[in-house]
């Protein structure tokens, strides 16, 4: 297929000089105003619209595989935003024209567009960061938001940014903040709405937090990965806002399920499903999950007229996925006595040792990112090997705050190759494995410290933030089979 160039349309004026360059060969070209007189004047009878036509293909953001072109009904979309508005009526959460959404996500992803339609309906007005982390105090300060989305990795900075400059105030100040922090925590756990849970330490403590963010914050939602508990709540008691938590797939128009305001008991949870659809959890008997029983665990699968009309082109991995009506998404959740949904791990990632044990790697994942001392984890480990090595980026501040306490010399670049540094890392990471009662084969067995962050520059990373891992696998390979080597020398 050829595409052909016939205008071009500026947002900005159109000199007479560019106009002269352009007609040349043989284009048209527009200012936006003039573009939008275009129409002044005539009348076009526009195609009779049904249901059933694709609103838009949306692609995914193809972690393991190449992207699939995702095709998207006007009635997914249509039904998905009906069950938004009554879950947003019946938290006693309204939309309106002075609302602001800053979208931190890309623009071709289905979470963001989903959102934007929302905001449409409602006419509110919505504003875009400038894609640069180092600028995004000045973003939110100029377009001082009332509702933010964003993925994990954008809240995880935010937070790792507040905690540094709480460790780096006065004694006096950093004790306050945490005797606030603490009182207004336990309040909210006790069922206090969050306005309400400590009034005083809102205006004197957390007021300059709240102002960071514009100032007029109260809708912090995080989809498209999971959002560390301890990150979710951090943000609940400081932000002076409601922080909710969703999960969704291209495949079902973004938003499946959301966790429900000043319930905190959602607390590292999804939350239940949205309106108009159903969704069931279905046994994956290799992985040990059993759906009936007293703890039901396993894949989610999603019913309804929001899902998608297949994949573009591809019927035969959309006969993969859909199956007697029901999407399955791939991913492993747990019921939780109130109805909200916990996703614990990915069917997909699995792999098997040498001994033949499965081992769930997002699982891990999600528990050795407990550990507060790391940005993030990636575990490897494949059938010819008997144990799994990792690769670690740390907080900065956390390794050299333990530097500095264990008379450790060096650069952060220089600690990270530190093998008292590695130790200790390793050993807060077997600890958390411990905690949570992981298996013997399930633990870390060397670490590789990295001071470079995963990044989309070296194509670790999704738009969403989310790891490539052939690609990390790739990256890394020569680090990996040095980890081996020593392994195996030992």
Known sequence: MHLILLAIVSFGKVTPVQREQVEK?????????QFLSLGDDKNFNLPLKKKSDI???MYTSGMTSDPKGVRISNNCMVTLIAGVNHLLDSAQVSLNTNDVYLSFLPLAHIFDRLIEECFFNHGASIGFWRGDVKMLSEDIGELKPTIFCAVPRVLERIYSGLQQKISAGGFIKRNLFNLAYSYKLRNM????????????????????????LGGRVRIILSGGAPLAPHVEAYLKVVTCSHVLQGYGLTETCGGSFVSMPNEMDMLGTVGPPIPNLDARLVSVPEMNYDALS????????????????G?????????????????HTGDIGEWQPDGSMKIIDRKKNIFKLSQGEYVAVEYLENVY????????????GNSFESCLVGVVNPYKQAIEHYAETHNISGDFDSLCENPKIKEYILGE?????????????????????????????????????KKKRPQILKYYQNVIDNMYKTINKR
């Not at 999603?302 to 998608?308: A, E, S, T, W």
Request: aromatic share 10%; glycine share 6%; charged share 30%.
């Open 294 to 309: 007293s703890k039901p665990q396993g894949e989610v699968c999603i019913r309804g007229d929001v899902l998608f009309s």
């Open 429 to 465: 990471l077997n600890r958390i494995g411990k905690e949570k009662k992981l298996k013997s084969f399930e633990s870390v067995k060397t670490v590789h410290l990295d001071p470079v962050p995963f990044d989309l520059e070296r194509d670790l990373l999704t738009p969403t933030f």
């Open 369 to 380: 990112g407990l550990v507060p001392e790391i940005d993030a984890v990636w575990i490897y």
């Open 311 to 327: 994949y573009h082109k591809r019927e035969d991995l959309t006969k993969e996925v859909l199956v007697d009506g029901w999407f």
């Open 25 to 33: 060969f043989g284009l048209a070209i527009h200012s936006w105003d």
């Open 55 to 57: 609103c838009t293909i």
């Open 189 to 212: 756990n006790a069922g206090i709405e969050h306005s309400k849970a400590s009034p005083l330490s809102d205006k004197i403590v957390f007021s300059k937090v709240k102002q960071g």
